[in-house]
């Protein structure tokens, strides 16, 4: 299926890229950080799939798929969960909130492709994707800290506090790293190794939980909150 990914997030758009090439039965045309540009795109063109965000300033994935003369597939990507009933009333195929793991990702890729088949009277034997076999991924990684690089594990990781600009990485031996980086981009990095965002300013590593109350978790001795726009994906992820 060839596909198009629109969203003004370009982290976002990085880890859904990173996504399709993995999956050898999709095809990346193109990708867009507003929904304007692509209109006319995909008027014009044979696009099969759109993983489409919702939240995009001025024009949203909603007015997009109200002004395109031409509907392919939608898979809506976001990080709102509010939307999902009008996405499904606008006939899209599936709705993933951000951050999105990969297995949930491949779910919606195969929901989608079955519905293509159908569409085209291909048998369903057919429905299955080919994954490409993934790079072995590090359990670690370097972040700039003043003058050098440093090396963090990820399971040494208790929480993430994001200060603006910068982010504070708290390690189990009692000590925290400050770094240039955003909070968004250390989620989708982390968001399958066991973390979750629970908060604007916070990902936790979840293993290091030592209790849960209704709006704050507990970490070694310090209580982070629990913001309402993430608990219902957290308390999801930990079948709570």
Known sequence: MKCVIIDDEPLAVDLIKEFVSKVESLELISTFNNAIDAIAMINTSNVDLIFLDIEMPHFSGIDFLNAIDKKPLVIFTTAYSDYAVEGFNLGAVDYLVKPIPFNRFLKSVMRAQQTFLSQNNTPAAAITPKVVAPEIEPDFMFVRSEYENVKINFSDILFIEGLKDYVKIYTADNKFTLTLISLIKLENLLSSKGFA??????????????SIQKNKVLIADKRIPISESYKTAFFEKINL
């Open 197 to 210: 965002r629970i908060h604007r300013s916070y990902i936790i590593n979840i293993k290091y939980v030592k």
